[in-house]
């Protein structure tokens, strides 16, 4: 079979991208992150680390993700 986490299909959002920047720049590791984070999907950490790196050297993705978390942040929250 394939090395865990190779080959699957992997539906990432904003949410889920905003959630992995601030664990990583908070120093956590890949391997506690799908344990100790809401994510929305089942990630495994190498999933989590792809994502990374690509956030890091895709620039295509991290203009993306960068404008989806600036919506995200700007959006006004509910009941407040």
């Known amino acids: 079979g394939a090395p865990e986490g190779q080959g699957r299909m992997v539906r990432w959002n904003a949410m889920d991208d905003g959630l992995l920047k601030l664990a990583v ?4 590791d890949f391997a506690e992150m799908p344990a100790t984070l809401p994510f929305t999907c089942d990630f ?6 792809d994502r990374w790196y690509a ?13 989806q978390l600036s919506f995200l942040l700007s959006a006004p929250t509910v009941g407040s």
């Open 44 to 49: 495994v950490p190498r999933d989590l680390e």
């Open 25 to 28: 720049e908070s120093g956590m």
């Open 55 to 67: 956030l890091l050297y895709d620039a295509g993705i991290a203009a993306e993700v960068s404008l």
